[in-house]
């Protein structure tokens, strides 16, 4: 039976729960209070449970999280004997629940959250509780609005990961045909791609997932990629995605043919080389699908196994290998302290140090009493869902924003030097009994410059054993012995593995894309990729791309909603285009180059356009971000449901 959940009624028949008096004040021990009230005055009617009184302390968001989101210990004991109440009511009294198609009845609720009584949110908000009509689901179908050509019209996706399926699934509802391309031989993408030792979220997992398919029974706060892959592969089922797919298909050339205003489409499959034409294409390719392995003289020469982490060799056991591993970034970072207690010798090379968010719970299983809590009270996985959301929506953009009268060697503002200095003191208490590895894990940059890491203290356990060496001075060279640092020693090793990130600036490689008029997609973006709100590109009707350009984020938001409104974006663009029986849509060139100057403007003004350190969030051509969204969700709700009809060529 699935564990995920479609939307609901937003009225809801009375519940029961079960338990003594004894049992329910035990699990509310484990609550996370912030998002359990909520939940609570949904389903029993009671606005006392989200009295502004008990709220998480009210400002911007703290550097660091505090426990409870930074509810006082007397809120917090308030806050318990309320939710006792309300659980024994929902044992005793099966109470009315609150109609949340009522904006008086869901504002308070959402103001609870937020801290702020701002209407703008509603929708949003609903949108990702999922209650009553699904958010997302089109208004309209094909047979409605061109009964004429629902016959013939044909949508072609590449890629069936997280974005494929639900671009496939809106698709589908609105009655369009869909075949969707995959490169592997199975759904999932960088779920099932990235199968490395330790590989998991490092995100809180209840935004990551859907909002018209929400599941309560995540184990662990920050999951597991066996689970998020889990997760996907029943999505595609359920959703009947599965059915679209044309497996171990890759998609070499893409070419727009403007008198019939077709897309061509060539790919090569098992049986070799495929063609097909399609009205419109949808790339969802992703950002991170393709490694990066640097150029370094000798590596060919190296005489044992080696491999990039997406490609982990699970068919090669490294206990009491020598390893040694290449870079210390995201995945590097999880793949370290997993291998570490196996293997005979680890050798870390690492070019430059990760600032890293302490996460006590970074590898545990969510605890009994809100596993409980999740399983039992009304749509509580759904305001835990909306709270985690909520608590990056406007996230800590104001820790990343730049001062350019700022003065400091590692910070670019008051906010971020803030940020930087709780950081530090972590960093600073995780290796204070081992002062000679500090100079070379403390970061010399920013936070925000590069990604920051989730860490529940495996890092400097893992760096402090004795069988790991820690190397700052970079590789020079590799010889079939092992790797030669800057500093011209050899350090043997049995096995390398390279952690060396993605080619994350090289949108759509190794596609050829041809538009309109011969256009060559790469040859446009000449290394620069840019695209209206990271769907629509000039010169290229009918091609939407998620995941797309400037659509990545960094701590101000969930990636998943961010892919929900860009395909939401697309629904509406078809709408318009077949309800005035249009071959072709297209930004036009004006509102493209705008949006990009405010894209761009807002991204200069983050840390991690800060040059003091070397990242993929920044193009490696210009130096300008082609890769994150600078500004907030509400900001990205407006633009893709708020647009107007007049950027766009129909034709």
């Known amino acids: 039976m699935s564990n995920v959940t479609t939307p609901t009624p937003a009225v809801d028949a009375p519940v029961r729960v079960h338990g003594t008096d004894e049992f329910f004040r035990e699990v509310l021990r484990d609550a996370e209070l912030p998002a359990l009230l909520p939940a609570l005055a949904h389903a ?40 006792f109440e309300a659980l024994r009511r929902l044992r005793d009294e099966s109470p009315r629940p609150l109609n949340l198609t009522n904006d008086a009845d869901l504002m308070p609720l959402v103001t609870f959250m937020t801290g702020e009584q701002n209407v703008e949110y509603l929708p949003l908000v609903n949108h990702e509780l999922g209650f009553g009509r699904d958010g997302g689901d089109p208004d309209w179908t094909i047979d409605e609005i061109a009964p004429h050509r629902a016959a013939d019209f044909h949508a072609v996706i590449i890629g069936c990961g997280p974005q494929g399926i639900q671009a496939a699934h809106r698709l589908r509802q609105a009655g369009i045909k869909v075949t969707v391309l995959e490169k592997n031989g199975d759904v999932g993408g960088t779920w099932y791609e990235n199968s490395y030792p330790g590989c998991r979220l490092d995100t809180p997992n209840f935004t990551y997932s859907y909002s018209f398919f929400q599941k309560h029974t995540w184990p662990q706060a920050y999951t597991e990629q066996k689970y998020l892959y889990e997760y996907f592969s029943e999505a595609a089922s359920v959703l009947g ?3 679209l797919v044309w497996f171990n298909t890759e998609v070499e050339k893409l070419r727009f043919d403007d008198e019939a205003s077709l897309w061509h489409i060539t790919a090569r499959g ?17 950002q991170l699908n393709r490694p990066n392995i640097p150029d370094i003289p000798g590596a060919d020469t190296f005489q044992g196994p080696q491999w990039h982490t997406v490609q982990w060799r699970h068919d090669v056991d490294l206990t009491g290998k020598r390893v040694a591993v290449i870079g210390t970034g995201a995945s590097a970072f999880q793949v370290i302290p997993t291998i570490a207690p196996d293997v005979a010798h680890l050798t870390v090379f690492q070019r430059t140090p990760p600032w890293m968010y302490p996460a006590k719970d970074y590898h545990e299983a969510i605890p009994p009493g809100m596993r409980w809590l999740l399983d039992n009270i009304p749509h509580f996985h759904r305001w835990y869902r909306v709270y985690q959301f909520y608590m990056n929506i406007e996230g800590r953009i104001p820790f990343m924003e730049r001062d350019p009268d700022w003065k400091h060697p590692a910070s670019c503002s008051a906010k971020n030097e803030e940020l930087r200095a709780e950081l530090e003191k972590y960093l600073r208490s995780q290796f204070a009994d081992r002062p000679d590895l500090l100079p070379h894990v403390l970061p010399a940059y920013p936070p925000g410059a590069k990604r920051i890491l989730r860490d529940n203290g495996v890092w400097a356990r893992t760096l402090k054993l004795p069988h790991v060496d820690l190397v700052n001075c970079g590789v020079r060279c590799i010889e079939p012995r092992g790797v030669v640092d800057n500093d011209g020693v050899l350090h043997e090793a049995d096995v390398i593995v390279w952690g060396t990130g993605f080619k994350a600036s090289d949108f759509l490689y190794p596609m050829t894309v041809i538009g309109r008029n011969g256009v060559n997609l790469h040859e446009e973006w000449g290394g620069d990729v840019q695209a209206y709100y990271g769907v629509n590109v000039p010169d290229f009707p009918n091609l939407f791309l998620l995941y797309g350009p400037n659509t990545n984020l960094v701590v101000n938001g969930s990636l998943m909603f961010l892919q929900e409104m860009g395909t939401e974006f697309i629904l509406s663009q078809l709408k318009l285009m077949l309800e005035t ?23 200069a003004r983050m840390s991690w356009s800060d040059t003091r350190a070397n990242s993929w969030y920044r193009s490696t051509k210009s130096g300008r971000s082609s890769q994150n969204w600078p500004y907030s969700m509400l900001d990205y709700w407006k633009g893709t449901h708020g647009w107007d009809a007049s950027v766009f060529t129909l034709r």
């Open 270 to 286: 098992p049986e070799g080389v495929v063609e097909l034409t399609a009205d419109i294409v949808v790339s969802a390719v992703g």
């Open 581 to 603: 029986d249009s071959r072709s849509i297209e930004v036009k060139r004006e509102p493209f180059e705008a949006y990009n100057r405010w894209v761009d403007e807002g991204n």
């Open 241 to 243: 995605v599965r059915e």
């Open 44 to 83: 029993t009617g009671d606005f006392r449970l989200v009295d502004p009184s008990l709220r998480p302390a009210g400002g911007p968001i703290p550097a660091v999280t505090p426990p409870q989101g930074g509810m006082s210990p007397q809120a917090q004991q308030r806050a318990r004997e309320l939710a």
